[in-house]
C-alpha cells in the first residue's frame, strides 16, 4: 500500500477564502467609526488585518507543502515551546496586560497571543500520541490519565491569565479527540461531568464571571451592566432582519455594541447582512465542517486522520461558542469568530491549521 | 504505517453529525432573533439610540382684565456642560476654577460635575445675562447654553396668591399658573435624534421633531387697580393692628367675576423660597373659619323669604335667650324692643336665634346649602376648603340657635362673599370666576367665560328688601364705619370669638370682618374683608374691618367711576390733595409729579431744573389749583452751612432730588435712569446751595 500525493481540498480551500473575505469587508465595516474617532484612522484595522490575511495564507501554503509526517517529531518540541510562552505571558513584564487579563506577549512590532499556539499545538501533539496509542486509550490510567494531565497544565496555564473562553475551547477539543481516539463512553460521561463542574467553580469563584452568568440567565434585566454586550448584540442582530440594514449601515457600531470588530463582529455582520448573511456564513462553517471531517475520514494513516479532525473540532468548537455568544446562547466570554474577527494569531494559526488540513487532503490511499 | 482504526472512523462520522445538528440549531436560533422577534429588537434598539431634546412651550402671559401684565415669562440661560468634551481638553481643574469663580459655585462641585461620567450635565439653571455673557466670553470647550424661559411676575407681590408661583423648569405649581397649567403651559415639544453610545449624532441619523404647543395667553377678571386698592388697604390694617392673618376679596355680583382678591401673609412670587410657605396659603380661598355676624344675612334671607318676618315686625330683646337648658346672652346692652331691620342693625342675637328656631332645622339648612355652604364655589383656584358645615341629621336646637347667630358652621371667605353676592344680585348666586378670556397667538379672543348663575337663592323682592335693611346697619347701626361718602353702601359686621384648639371658644381672640355692598340700591361692587386676630382694641368687625371695606370700596368705586348716587345738600367739596415736593426735579417730571396730583403747574423763568415751588411742599390745596414753580436760578441764601456730600449711586433721579433738596443742595441731572456719576465725591464738605451734577443711566 503506497501513498500518492494529490491535489489538495479546493472546495475547502475555497470555503476559507470566502470567510476571510468576508472577514475583512465586515471588519472595516464594523471598526471604521470607532478607529476613527478613537485612532483618526478609519482603515487602521484593516490595514492590519490584511498584513496578517497575506501573512497567514503564505504560512498557510508552507504548511501545506510540507510531510505532515514530520509533525509527529515535532510534537514534543512544540508542547515545550507552548507551555514555556504561557508560561512567559503571565509573567510581569513580558505579557501584556489587557483588560486585567495577560493574553498576549508584546513583540514590538507586533503582539503574539500564545494560547493560540498553545491550541494549534495540543491538536498536533495529541493526535500524534493517541494515533500511536489506540489499544491503550479504553484504559483510564494508562491511556487517559496522561492526556488529561497534560490538558490540565495547558488549561491551568491559560486559566491563569485569565481566559476561560479559550481554555473551555482547548478542553473540549481535547475532550473531543480522545472520544475520537475511541476512549469509553463511561469515562467520557464522567469526563464531561468533572469538566462542567470545573467549568461552575470557574465561573462560581470568580465574581465577574458570576455576573456574567446571571446577566446571561437574564440579560435583560441587567441591560445596563453585565447584560449590556448580549443585548446590544441582540438588538443589532434583531435590526438586521432578513435582508439586513445593507452593507456599512450598521447603527450598533457606534459604540453600542463593544468588541464589535472582534468578539462580536457576528452581530454587526448580521446587522448589516440580515440573516440571509447569517446563513451563508453558517453554511461556509458547515461546508467547513464536512470538508475537515472528510478529510480526516480519507487520510491515510490514523495520525492523519485525528489530526484533521482535531483541526476541524478546534476550529469548529470555536466558531460555535463565539456563534453561541453572539446569539445570546451562552454567557458571555472573549473567544473570536475563526477566520472572520480581527486578530493576527488567532488567524494565523487557524490558517496554518487549515494548511495542515489541505496538506492532509493531499495524501489518498493508492489502492 | 498503520491504517486508520475504525472505531475512530466511526466516532469522527458521529462528531460531524453533532457539529451539523449544533449549526442546525444556530440556524434556528438566529432565524428566531432576526426574522421572529427582528421587529420588535430593532424598535428597542432604535429608541435605545434616541435621544430627547426638549423643546419648552411658550408659557402663556397673565393679564388682568385691562390688558396689564401680570405674569410673563423671560428667557435665561442655563448652563451645561459635556464632561466628554472638558476631559479631552485635559484642564479639568482650571476650567473648575474658572467656572466656579464666575458662577459663584463651590470649585470642587463643579469638578465633580464637568468629570462626571456623563455626556450631558446641568451645572447651573437660568442664571443671569451678565453672568452668561461671561461665561460666553471665556469660551471654554464643552459648555453650553440652552435657552429656558423663567416665570416673571413683574408686579412682584401683587396678586401673589391668585397669580401663583412656578418652578425651575417653567411649571406652574400654585395659584393660576397652577390651576390652569394645561391651558398656560402648554405642552412642551421634542427634538428625537438617534446618538451614538458617547451622545455624538451618528450620520445619516433618524430624526423626530415633535413641535410644541404653545401656551395661551389669558385674561384675568382681576383689576389691578383695584387690586392694588386692596393690596394697600390690607397692608395698612396688618400694620396698624398686626393681625395673624387677613384677606379682602371685591366681587362684581352681577357676573360672579373677582375683582381683587388678596391675603396676609404674603409673599413674592419671584423669589417665593425666601419666605415661610404658611404665607403662600391662600386665606381667602384655602382657610374655613366661624364668621360670626356676616352669617346673619343667611338667616335673614332664609327668614324673610319663607315670610317669617318682614321689617317692620316688632321683637323684644331682654338681653338673653334661654335654649334647651343653655343661656345665651345677647350682648352688653339689652336691645329690648326693636323691629326686625333694628334687630339686623344692632345685631341682635336673640332677634336671630328666635328667627332660626321658628324656620326649623330644614328650612335653615335648604338656604344654607342653597348660598353654596359646606361645598367648594368652583372658583378656579387650587386647594379651595369646603368649609366645615354640620351634619343635618345631627343638628339640635341649641346648634340651629347658635348657627342662626353665625356660629358653630365655618365658612370660606370667597363663600361669604359669593353668598353676599347673591343678595346684592337680586338672589341669583353667581359661580365666583378669576378666568376671563383665553387669547390666541396673535392676541385674538379665543374663548370668554361667560357668568355662570348657579342657583336664584331668594326673590328678588326679598333681596332687594333685605338690601335695605343691610344699608340700615351702615346708616344707623353697627357698621358705621364703611359708610362711604357719596354713595349708598348697604353690609354686615362681624365680630366671632375664635375657637381653640381644644373646641372651646377664646377668651382673647376673634375674626373682626365686615361683609358689603354698594351702591346699595344697584350693587356694582361686593366686598368681604377677614382680618384674623387683631392686636389692640376695639376688635369688633365694626372697628377693624368696616374702615378696610370703606376705603376699598370708595376707591373702587371712584376709580370704576359709578355715578354718586346720595346728592348731598351741601355744596360738592372740591377734594384737598397734598402739594408734592417737586424741587430739584427735571421740569418734565416736576410737572408730571404735579398734574398726578392733580395740579395745574405754572412755569416761570428757563431752565432745566425747578428751584422752587409755591405753595410749598405738603401743603394742602384743593384738586385743581395752581402751583408756580420757578425755573431761574434764584440766588441762594442762607448759605453759611456746611453739608456733606451724599453718596448717591444707584438712585433713582426723584430720590437724589429729594435727598439733595433735604441737604439744601441742587441738582443738575444729565441722563436718565440711575445715578451712576457723580462731581462732587461723597464724603466731601460743601457749602449749602451748591449744585451737583449727576449722571444718569438708565436701568437695563
Known sequence: MKMRKGPPDLVLFLVVFLLVAIGIIMIFSASAVTANIKYQDPFLFLRKQAIWIVLGFILMLVAMKLNYHRLRELGVAAIIISVLSLIAVLLPGIGSTVKGAARQIDLGFTSFT?????????????????????????????????????????????????????????AVTGFLMLAMSGARYSHLGILALVGMVLVGLAIYLEPYRMIRFIAFLDPW?????????????????GSGGLFGMGLGQSRQKFFYLPEQHTDFIFAILGEELGYLGVILVLGLFLIFAWRGFRIALKAPDSFGSLLAAGLTTMVMAQALINLGVVSGSLPVTGIPLPFISFGGSSLIFTLIAVGLLLNISRYVYDR | MKTTNIESRKRIASLFLIFVALIGALFVRFFWIQVVRGDELAKQALDNRMREIPVKAKRGILYDRNGRELAISVSTDSIYVNPAEIKKAGEEEKTARELAAVLEMDEEKVLSLITSNSSFVWLKRQVDFNVSQQLKELKIDGIGFHEESRRYYPKGTLACHILGISGTDHTGLDGIDLYYEKLIGGQDGKIVIEHDAAGRQIPEAVHRYVSPTEGSDVVLTLDETIQYIVERELDKIVEARQPKAACAIVMDPKTGEILGMASRPNFDPNNYNDFPAKNRRNFAVNNAYEPGSTMKIVTASAAMEEQLVSSQDRFNCPGYIKVGGHRISCSDTVHGHQTFSEVVEHSCNVGFINLGLKMGIDTYYRYLTAFGFGAKTGIDLPGEATGIVMKESQVKQINLATMSMGQTNAVTPIQLVTAASAIANGGALMKPHLLKKVLDGDGNVQKVVEPVKAQQVISKETADELCLILEGVVLNGSGRN?????????????????VGEDGRYLKSEYVASFLGFAPADDPQLVCLVVVDAPKGYPYYGGWVAAPVFKEIISDS??????????????????????VPDVINLPIDEGIKSLQNAGLNAQVQGEGDVIWGQVPKAHASVKRGSRVVVYLSAVSEQSGQGKVTVPDLEGKSIKE?????????????????????????????????????????????
Open chain 1, 221 to 237: 434585566k441587567y441591560a445596563n451592566d453585565a447584560g449590556f454586550q448580549t443585548i446590544q448584540s441582540l438588538y443589532a442582530l
Open chain 2, 482 to 498: 364703611a359708610a362711604v361718602e357719596g354713595y349708598r353702601v348697604a353690609g354686615k359686621t362681624g365680630t366671632a370669638q375664635k
Open chain 2, 557 to 578: 368705586l371712584r376709580y370704576l367711576g359709578v355715578p354718586r348716587t346720595v346728592m348731598e345738600e351741601k355744596e360738592e367739596k372740591t377734594p384737598s390733595v397734598a
Open chain 2, 656 to 700: 437724589v432730588a429729594r435727598i439733595l433738596s433735604q441737604l439744601g443742595l441742587h441738582l443738575a441731572p444729565d441722563g436718565y435712569g440711575l445715578a451712576f456719576e457723580q462731581d462732587l465725591a461723597a464724603g466731601q464738605q460743601v457749602s449749602v446751595g451748591s449744585t451737583i451734577s449727576v449722571k444718569f443711566q438708565p436701568l437695563e
Open chain 1, 114 to 170: 500564545p494560547s493560540e499556539l498553545a491550541k494549534l499545538c495540543t491538536v498536533i501533539f495529541m493526535a500524534s500520541s493517541l494515533s500511536r496509542n489506540f489499544d491503550k486509550i479504553k484504559s483510564f490510567t494508562k491511556g487517559l490519565l496522561p492526556y488529561l494531565l497534560f490538558l490540565g497544565v495547558i488549561c491551568g496555564l491559560i486559566i491563569l491569565q485569565p481566559d476561560l473562553g479559550t481554555t473551555f475551547a482547548i
